[in-house]
């Protein structure tokens, strides 16, 4: 649209992903937001965005959108319809309730639970933990507990801080390995990278070699690398045998490994190499779905390379050994050298240092097995309805902020049945979504171009270091409100502390500055930067794990415990040393390196012909969030989604495409349209999760275009996550399909 002379220009950046691609809005006379576009002067993005960051401004103005607070009038055997309320109305209902729930049966009686774009909310994101801590509440769920808490576990684990993920250095970068990402479709997670297909094909005009492991063909990027069809969720005995191949061929980097810098070593080699020598490639092949051969020559590849990076995605992290295989790509990189070295995996530049974790967690044990809680406190969200109905402690209490865990956790039919059990259930959102359905209370949020932004979550994982701020484009419409407002006024009510009692009116100032400080930045600098981006140094190479090894030792005597926090003061053999060191195997693995063996033998028991089940992102869904997008509902977008299938499997089933079938196992059934795709491996089928809003006529749009909920084939409960990081178990998922 054509700006007016009256119409006002405002840069901002998008909050949909990772990725965080400069955006330049448009806003008229009325103060309403009439144009969005890719910013070509960004310093990073250089106008590159993609459709779906685009289309966010149609979630803005969606007609569909809740505008004030809404609240169920409940009546005796009815659930009741939804009524208008005013926000003095809401907060005190929702305090009062949540004050006497938290009286009579302790803080443990009321749980949380915050979504994916809470991590693209710098003021929502601290609120909600201070919101937890201020309850007392220790149930606080998130959804990284469904595509990234292995990440966290692991970086925790060897490195003392869920915050520290050396990322692929693709522009310097040999050799260069993907698994588990579709750059095209999802750009790519903890590696912020603008235009990821660009980088990856100016990777290959310099003569990379880019390999790419997945189910699926990455057909429209055959161009840049060929793509290894890996059988789902063995991704992990992949790795094992590359690196068992690696020690037995041209060995680990030895020297490397003796000395990280000032004096120290690393330990507990031998713990390494006992797990991967029972792993060689002649053993796994059968279960990854891959030659020895093709194995081989990976591992002599990656080896030999004069450097080479690796990064896996959340075609990895989301199946039952995400942890493991995070563990297994950080050994990759250290035992040939690519580990914190230029054209390997480096620490990249952050704004602002990374929390340290305060100590090695003890396990949370529970009925349905116990878990190492993840940044602190997290559970698996796969628990959230068994402990809704724990018949010792009830969850009575749910505050749901920007999610929609009713879609996106095994386990629909149980979800359903606890939430209508609950003593209070509020949603704040943008739409009364499928979870809001069955809530209490529906508070209005202010979306992305109402509220003040710091670009945080991507610290220390970006390509192009950089920092970023945004003020609100337009002030928030009707009566929406910012989430920290939402759950600060509650605190308030509840005659807690709250970010009201703190001085001046600035939040963002008052919750961040501080950190940036840290490292010589300030907020009243970047509202001062030119489109609010300040670009931050290249982070030196050489130092990392030495950094690592002296951080822990000077702060804390865990040094002296292996598996304390990640860092072990013994030499490469496991024997107490005088200055430190980097432990690679902590003890906090043992369990981890122990349940691969359970896992492998049962993948070996299973049958030949076993369909495996995974997800599959496209370009016209994001998860829930836009599903009542009548743009994306086209014949060709997501109007449906299908199953798919490989055509030899459907030949076999005598299966046919448009044919609706039954795809069911232990945990659920649905049924779908099929469709056929060759660039599936066979043996494996895929859907796209999101679905299933035939029972919510908040989102009309998406009520009349409502799928299948996918997850319903996924576990819940006991048996459904990984226990050091808490991830739940959503891909690589055993089904049958069979005609309906």
């Known amino acids: ?104 049966h302790g803080p443990e009686s009321v749980a949380m639970y915050i979504g994916n774009p809470s991590a693209f909310n710098a003021l929502g994101a601290v609120a909600a933990g201070i919101f937890a801590q201020a309850l007392g509440i220790k149930r606080f769920f998130f959804a990284g507990t469904q595509d990234c808490t292995n990440k966290f576990a692991i970086s925790e684990i060897l490195y003392g801080s869920a915050e520290i993920h050396p990322i692929a250095d693709l522009d310097h970068s040999d050799y260069i390995l993907m698994m588990g990402t579709n750059p095209r479709i999802s750009k790519m997670s903890f590696l912020s990278t603008p235009d990821p297909v660009g980088a990856l094909r100016a990777a290959r005009d310099r003569g990379a070699t880019v390999r790419f492991v997945n189910p699926l063909v990455i057909d429209d990027l055959s161009d840049v690398g060929d793509t290894l069809q890996i059988r789902p969720d063995t991704d992990a005995y992949f790795l094992a045998a590359l690196l068992c191949e690696i020690e037995a061929t041209c060995g680990f980097d ?60 959340t075609g990895v992290n989301m199946g039952q050994q995400g942890a493991l295989a995070y563990w297994l790509t950080q050994m990759l990189c250290l035992v040939t050298g690519n580990l914190d070295r230029r054209g390997g995996n480096i620490v990249a530049a952050r704004a602002f240092p990374g929390l340290p974790m305060a100590e090695e967690p003890a396990l949370e044990e529970t009925k349905w097995g116990s878990f190492r809680p993840s940044r602190g406190a997290t559970p698996p969200g796969s628990l959230i309805a068994d402990m809704m109905g724990d018949d010792e402690k009830p969850i009575r209490a749910l505050l749901v902020m920007a999610g929609n865990p009713l879609l996106s956790i095994g386990g629909e039919d149980k979800m359903r049945e606890a939430f209508a059990n609950l003593d209070l259930l509020v949603s704040i959102d943008f739409y009364r979504n499928a979870t809001a359905e069955l809530a209490d209370w529906v508070l209005p949020a202010a979306d992305w171009f109402e509220r003040e932004d710091l670009n945080f979550f991507v610290q220390g994982v970006q390509r192009k270091p950089y920092l970023q701020w945004t003020d609100r484009v337009v002030a928030p419409t009707h009566e929406r409100k910012e989430d920290w407002w939402i759950l600060s006024r509650i605190q308030q009510e509840m005659g807690l ?184 491996r066979e043996g494996v089928v895929a859907m796209s999760h999101g679905f299933g809003n035939g029972r919510t006529p908040g989102m009309p749009v998406a009520q009349a275009h409502p799928g299948v909920n996918v997850n319903r084939l996924s576990p819940s409960g006991a048996g459904s996550f990984d226990p050091v990081s808490g991830m739940e178990h959503l891909t690589g998922i055993a089904v049958e399909v069979l005609a309906s």
């Open 254 to 313: 030895e020297e490397g490994l003796k000395d990280i810098g000032n004096g120290s070593s690393v330990g507990h080699v031998d713990r390494l190499r006992d797990f991967v020598r029972a792993y060689p490639a002649d053993r796994v092949a059968g279960i990854v779905g891959l030659s020895a051969e093709t194995i081989r020559e990976v591992a002599r590849g990656f080896s030999s390379a004069s450097s080479a990076s690796i990064h896996i995605s």
């Open 497 to 680: 502390p709250s970010l009201f009692d703190l001085p001046g009116d600035d939040a963002l100032m008052t919750l961040w500055n501080g950190r940036l400080e840290d490292n010589g930045y300030s907020i009243p600098a970047l509202r001062e930067a030119e489109g609010g981006v300040v670009l931050i140094p290249d982070t030196p190479t050489g130092q990392f794990l030495s950094h690592v090894a002296e951080a822990k030792g000077a702060s804390t005597e865990l040094s002296r415990v292996g598996g304390a926090g990640g860092v072990d003061s013994s030499d490469g053999d496991g024997e107490a040393g005088p200055r430190g060191g980097f432990d690679r195997c902590p003890d906090a693995m043992l369990a981890t390196l122990e349940r691969a063996g359970e896992i492998f033998d049962r993948l070996e028991s299973e049958a030949e012909n076993q369909l495996k089940l995974i997800t599959r992102r496209t370009h016209h869904m994001l998860n829930s969030a836009f599903q009542n997008m009548k743009v994306l509902k086209t014949e060709a977008g997501s109007r449906k989604n299908p199953l798919y299938m490989n055509p030899a499997d459907a030949a076999s089933r005598d299966l046919q495409a448009g044919q609706r079938v039954r795809i069911r196992n232990d945990h659920g059934e649905v049924v779908a349209e099929l469709a056929l795709d060759p660039h599936l």
């Open 1 to 104: 649209m054509p700006e007016t002379a009256s119409a006002q220009t405002i840069k901002t950046f998008c909050r949909l992903c990772e990725v965080n691609c400069g955006l330049e809005a448009t806003v008229d006379e009325a103060q309403q937001m009439i144009a969005l576009r890719p910013d070509k002067s960004h310093p990073v993005s250089e106008g590159f965005a993609c459709h779906k960051g685009l289309l966010a401004l149609e979630v803005h103005r969606d007609p569909d959108r809740l505008n004030a607070p809404i609240r169920r009038a409940k009546t005796e055997g009815s659930q009741g319809d939804f009524q208008p309320a005013d926000w003095d109305e809401a907060i005190g209902d929702i305090a009062q309730r949540l004050k006497a729930l938290i009286e009579e």
